[in-house]
C-alpha cells in the first residue's frame, strides 16, 4: 500500500521534511502501525515519533484514532498537539 506522509509544524522542523509518498509493508495497516513502522526508520525517527512523545494524527484531513484502518493512496498527517496559526 502506498500512502503520503505529511509532517507539520516541530514534527517537520525535526525531520527536515514536510511530505513523502511511501510504500508501506503488508503488516502495516494502521495508523498506529505507520507510527511504529517510522520509529524503526532510526534514531531521528524515533526520537520524534516516540510513545512517550504526545502527536496528533489526521488521515484524509480527519482527525483519528491510532487503530483506523488506512487505504492504499490515502494521506496520514502528523503534528503536535497545538501548531501555531
Same mark, same amino acid.
Given at each position: 500500500?502506498?500512502?503520503? %506522509?505529511?509532517?507539520?509544524?516541530?514534527?517537520? @522542523?525535526?525531520?527536515?521534511?514536510?511530505?513523502? &509518498?511511501?510504500? &508501506?509493508?503488508?503488516?502495516?495497516?494502521?495508523? +498506529? @502501525?505507520?507510527?511504529?513502522?517510522?520509529?524503526?526508520? #532510526? @534514531? &531521528?525517527? !524515533?526520537?520524534?515519533?516516540?510513545?512517550?512523545?504526545?502527536?496528533? =494524527?489526521? +488521515?484524509?484531513?480527519? =482527525? &483519528?484514532? !491510532?487503530?483506523?484502518? %488506512?487505504?492504499?493512496? #490515502? @494521506? %496520514?498527517?502528523?503534528?503536535?498537539?497545538?501548531?501555531? #496559526?
Amino acid at each position: 500500500m502506498k500512502i503520503q %506522509l505529511r509532517f507539520f509544524a516541530s514534527v517537520r @522542523e525535526q525531520l527536515n521534511c514536510s511530505a513523502e &509518498l511511501v510504500e &508501506l509493508p503488508k503488516s502495516v495497516q494502521t495508523a +498506529y @502501525e505507520v507510527r511504529e513502522f517510522l520509529i524503526g526508520r #532510526g @534514531e &531521528l525517527w !524515533a526520537g520524534v515519533f516516540a510513545s512517550n512523545r504526545s502527536i496528533r =494524527m489526521a +488521515y484524509n484531513q480527519q =482527525m &483519528l484514532s !491510532a487503530d483506523v484502518q %488506512l487505504q492504499d493512496g #490515502g @494521506e %496520514l498527517a502528523f503534528f503536535p498537539p497545538v501548531t501555531g #496559526g
